[in-house]
Nanobody
Framework: QVQLVESGGGLVQAGGSLRLSCAASGRTFRWYIMGWFRRAPGKELEFVAAMDWSSGGVNYADSNKGRFTISRDSAKNTVYLQMNSLKPEDTAVYYC???????????????????WGQGTQVTVSS
């Protein structure tokens, strides 16, 4: 089993920044993808960003390219999501997820992820 714990959410004004963290623990495997998703009130789960843990390859949703950055600290088994120039439409619960698979184009699909965190609320005020 893999446990994922998110932190770093909160309330921020439009134009501000937040950094989310996702600490992974439990068993490790050779190939995995780390992803961030979000669910806004009344909307479906939406892909935000993903990273190949081994190579550092990344993928972003078009809606946040240039504003959000996914990164990792291998020593801490932690993945981060730096969010800049936040907008009210970024308000959502943000989830960290892990997929035990090689990096490919499916990283943006929530269905390929095996493990999920509990989520952290991000609220952006106008």
């Amino acid at each position: 089993q893999v446990q994922l714990v998110e932190s770093g959410g909160g309330l921020v004004q439009a134009g501000g920044s937040l950094r989310l963290s996702c600490a992974a623990s439990g068993r490790t495997f050779r190939w995995y993808i780390m992803g961030w998703f979000r669910r806004a009130p009344g909307k479906e789960l939406e892909f935000v960003a993903a990273m190949d843990w081994s190579s550092g390859g990344v993928n972003y949703a078009d809606s946040n390219k240039g504003r959000f950055t996914i990164s990792r600290d291998s020593a801490k088994n932690t993945v981060y999501l730096q969010m800049n120039s936040l907008k009210p439409e970024d308000t959502a619960v943000y989830y960290c997820a892990a997929a035990e698979r090689r990096w490919d184009s499916s990283a943006s699909r929530s269905g390929v992820y095996d493990y999920w965190g509990q989520g952290t609320q991000v609220t952006v005020s106008s």
